[in-house]
T-cell receptor
């Protein structure tokens, strides 16, 4: 069974600096999707970024980018120029490309604190 | 209007009571899910559904039941609520090649 591990329960960063959140996963499959979701205090779950495993190019969305290392089964999220509004829980998630149920496997989350 | 709407937003109920959490969507997605979120545990899948005739148990279905009344509506019931069902509950939808769209969650407290 696939698992997703986020080894950092909490991270803090100074406003305007860069922070990297770690995520590792375990799977025997070669085709899958990886996601980062953000959950601010409003508790809404918001999709931050998505990566297809067959794409070598790392996904980017404005200040958010990933470092996808398929062989190492690592999927870290880099947030550049951190802003106060980035403070939230961040969840890493995995989905098999072959799962017709589209089920997501979730990590336990990392709480990101932004220091003004 | 939100794409995925959950009601109620917050609810306090007593042990042993039956409670229903409702979810409706305007995304037109066929797949719908109910998740439970507990601190430090991330999200855990309770039930999921492809359409009104397809209901599947997730990893923590005991104590819960669901009903898919229409493609756009998926409700979660706790037949006899207990305190360890106190949690944040999310409904989500999905379509092929996409991530999930979440509702804003229902915070349930069982006293």
């Amino acid at each position: 069974a696939q698992t997703v591990t986020q080894s950092q329960p909490e991270m803090s960063v100074q406003e305007a600096e860069t922070v990297t959140l770690s995520c590792t996963y375990d799977t025997s499959e070669s085709d899958y999707y990886l996601f980062w979701y953000k959950q601010p205090p409003s508790r809404q779950m918001i999709l931050v970024i998505r990566q297809e495993a067959y794409k070598q190019q790392n996904a980017t969305e404005n200040r958010f980018s990933v470092n996808f290392q398929k062989a190492a089964k690592s999927f870290s999220l880099k947030i550049s120029d951190s802003q106060l509004g980035d403070a939230a829980m961040y969840f890493c998630a995995y989905r098999s490309a072959w799962d017709s149920n589209y089920q997501l496997i979730w990590g336990a989350g990392t709480k990101l604190i932004i220091k003004p | 209007d939100a794409d995925v709407t959950q009601t109620p937003r917050n609810r306090i109920t007593k042990t042993g009571k039956r409670i229903m959490l409702e979810c409706s969507q305007t995304k037109g997605h066929d797949r719908m899910y109910w998740y439970r979120q507990d601190p430090g545990l991330g999200l855990r899948l309770i039930y999921y559904s492809f359409d009104v005739k397809d209901i599947n148990k997730g990893e923590i279905s005991d104590g819960y039941s669901v009903s898919r009344q229409a493609q756009a509506k998926f409700s979660l019931s706790l037949e006899s609520a207990i305190p360890n069902q106190t949690a944040l509950y999310f409904c989500a939808t999905s379509a092929q090649g996409r991530g999930y769209t979440f509702g804003s969650g229902t915070r349930l407290t069982v006293v």
